[in-house]
């Protein structure tokens, strides 16, 4: 019934930008804080941001933050993510999750719903 599903991602120059959609089905993004992770080749899964279900408050890591925005739709229950000014550093697969809880904080929330991710590339 809980469903999260990612699209946007593709092949993308360095400097360019993408934005990625998170489309949920069977929760209202008013009750629940979604976070966007990825995983590049060899490496470990990073957090890169979240938005809280209460006030919308949101947090970016170090490595995107400046270039990553985070925002809700709440009418189209969709969360996104602009990123700007890729590097091929950004390749990963970004996956977006869910909980219901209405607040997040980077590396502290336990994600109960996972998409099926998306690839992006950055590359010449």
């Known amino acids: 019934q809980l469903q999260l599903v990612e699209s946007g991602g593709g092949l993308v120059q360095p400097g360019g930008s993408l934005r990625l959609s998170c489309a949920g089905s069977g929760f209202s993004l008013d009750y629940w804080s979604v976070a966007w992770f990825r995983q590049g080749p060899g490496k470990e899964e990073e957090e890169v941001s979240c938005?809280?279900?209460?006030?919308?408050?949101?947090e970016y890591a170090d490595s995107v933050k400046g270039r990553f925005t985070i925002s809700r739709d709440n009418a189209k229950n969709t969360v996104y993510l602009q990123m700007n000014s890729l590097k091929p550093e950004d390749t990963a697969i970004y996956t977006c999750a869910a909980v219901r809880e209405y607040l997040c904080t980077l590396g502290e929330c336990e994600y109960d719903y996972w998409g099926q991710g998306t690839q992006v590339t950055v590359s010449s």
């Open positions: 938005i809280s279900g209460g006030d919308g408050v949101t």
